[in-house]
């Protein structure tokens, strides 16, 4: 009986009209990097993100939390205007990058998304050799306009993503020779050698096996110093190892954001305090 109650209960708190919910903490940081203002996004008349309002602070791990089709990866893309390439999806309200609204029509997405860089949840490496998928997008960029530069961005970049001792003396062989964890730590390179502000990492550990998972949250550490980095992860572990900002996403809307150590410890939203807790996701 006791359990039928707490399930009702749930089901209550869950089905909560969306109208009456108010993001709870502190939206706002000092200084931001990004600031995000009443957001909506439609895929044609469904609307799947409500209203959200964040800041994006710098040299921050920020982790979007929340189950699936909560939303917080269609608002992840939000981010670098990667949504650009949905039929029929809609981004409205504001998102400003150093004070610059990324939506309006004079902004150019292709050096948009050079300085705010996306890695996917599968690793994705060109099919060239890991030089080439190092050294391609500083050469289209301008970055790298003879041998020598385009040599020092592909060291540095691998040298930051942990993985030049492990390929210095193959660059020449196929990136997709790679195992799982250095192919995504490969994509990481990729992103990083043409100098972004953010980095936006969607589940990049969700197919990796638990060693190359600790590689790459200890390099997402490392990165905290020069980068500001958004991490979308079901793992509540990863989001509170990684991380120092949480973002607690349910059906669209931002129900909570704080430290992660508050919303992990003691969240203020019955909604975030259940799915952190496991009683639903």
């Known amino acids: 009986m006791q359990e039928v109650l707490k399930k009702k209960s749930l089901e209550?708190?869950?089905?909560?009209?969306?109208?009456?919910?108010?993001?709870?903490?502190?939206?706002?940081?000092?200084?931001?990097?990004?600031?995000?203002?009443?957001?909506?996004?439609?895929?044609?008349?469904?609307?799947?993100?409500?209203?959200?309002?964040?800041?994006?602070?710098?040299?921050?791990v920020l982790a979007m939390i929340g189950p699936s089709g909560c939303g917080k990866s269609t608002f992840l893309r939000c981010l670098n205007r990667m949504n650009d390439t949905i039929d029929g999806c809609r981004v409205t309200g504001k998102i400003l990058f150093d004070g610059k609204d990324i939506y309006d029509s004079s902004v150019d997405v292709v050096p948009l998304?050079?300085?705010?860089?996306?890695?996917?949840?599968?690793?994705?490496?060109?099919?060239?050799?890991?030089?080439?998928?190092?050294?391609?997008?500083?050469k289209i960029h301008g970055l790298a306009e003879s041998k020598a530069e385009a040599d020092e961005i592909v060291e540095s970049s691998l040298h930051k993503a942990g993985l030049w001792d492990e390929v210095k003396d193959r660059l020449d062989q196929p990136g997709t020779g790679l195992s799982g964890g250095q192919q995504q730590r490969l994509c990481i390179a990729r992103a990083i050698a043409v100098s972004p502000e953010v980095i936006l990492m969607d589940e990049p550990c969700s197919a990796l096996d638990p060693?190359?998972?600790?590689?790459?949250?200890?390099?997402?550490?490392?990165?905290?110093?020069?980068?500001?980095?958004?991490?979308?992860?079901?793992?509540?572990?990863q989001a509170s190892r990684v991380?120092?900002?949480?973002?607690?996403?349910?059906?669209?809307?931002?129900?909570?954001?704080?430290?992660?150590?508050?919303i992990f410890?003691?969240?203020?939203?019955?909604?975030?305090?259940?799915?952190?807790?496991g009683r639903y996701g």
């Open 12 to 60: 209550k708190r869950v089905l909560a009209p969306r109208e009456s919910r108010k993001t709870i903490g502190n939206i706002n940081v000092q200084n931001p990097r990004m600031v995000c203002r009443n957001v909506d996004v439609y895929y044609d008349d469904k609307q799947a993100i409500r209203k959200v309002s964040i800041d994006i602070g710098r040299n921050e």
């Open 113 to 138: 998304r050079a300085q705010i860089g996306m890695v996917f949840q599968k690793p994705n490496p060109f099919p060239k050799s890991i030089y080439e998928n190092v050294s391609w997008a500083p």
């Open 211 to 237: 060693i190359a998972t600790a590689k790459i949250e200890d390099l997402i550490d490392e990165l905290r110093e020069q980068y500001t980095i958004v991490i979308v992860t079901h793992s509540m572990q």
């Open 243 to 262: 991380s120092q900002r949480t973002a607690f996403f349910h059906l669209g809307d931002l129900i909570e954001v704080g430290s992660t150590d508050t």
């Open 265 to 277: 410890t003691k969240p203020s939203h019955q909604l975030t305090e259940d799915y952190i807790t």
